[in-house]
Nanobody, 118 residues
Framework: QVQLVESGGGSVQPGGSLRLSCAAS????????MGWYRQAPGQQRELVAS???????DYADSVKGRFTISRDIPKNTVTLQMDGLKPEDTAVYYC????????????WGQGTQVTVSS
């Protein structure tokens, strides 16, 4: 079993910045990819950004150039630096991890609220 614990989030004015962090804990596990999804009210959950162990990053078109994902693989952490925030970025952000050992399984964090409003 792997637990994902998120930190960061909160409220910010348009154009501001926030940083989200997520740490995975457990025993005898291997993560292949970590990332962030978000879900706004009445909307489906969508990928924001992800990063594989070999350094490949994927971003939603709506956040390219504004958000940056990074990972500390030995520490099993992932960070999302969000700059130039817009009201449409308002959502609950979820940390996500794909584990390949001991089994192939998706894990999710509990979610953290990000609100962008003037």
């Amino acid at each position: 079993q792997v637990q994902l614990v998120e930190s960061g989030g909160g409220s910010v004015q348009p154009g501001g910045s926030l940083r989200l962090s997520c740490a995975a804990s457990g025993t005898d596990f291997v993560i292949a990819k970590m990332g962030w999804y978000r879900q706004a009210p009445g909307q489906q959950r969508e990928l924001v950004a992800s990063r594989t162990n070999d350094g490949y990053s994927d971003y939603a078109d709506s956040v390219k150039g504004r958000f940056t994902i990074s990972r500390d693989i030995p520490k099993n952490t992932v960070t999302l630096q969000m700059d130039g925030l817009k009201p449409e970025d308002t959502a609950v952000y979820y940390c996500h991890a794909i584990c390949v050992r001991p089994t192939l399984y998706d894990y999710w964090g509990q979610g953290t609220q990000v609100t962008v409003s003037s």
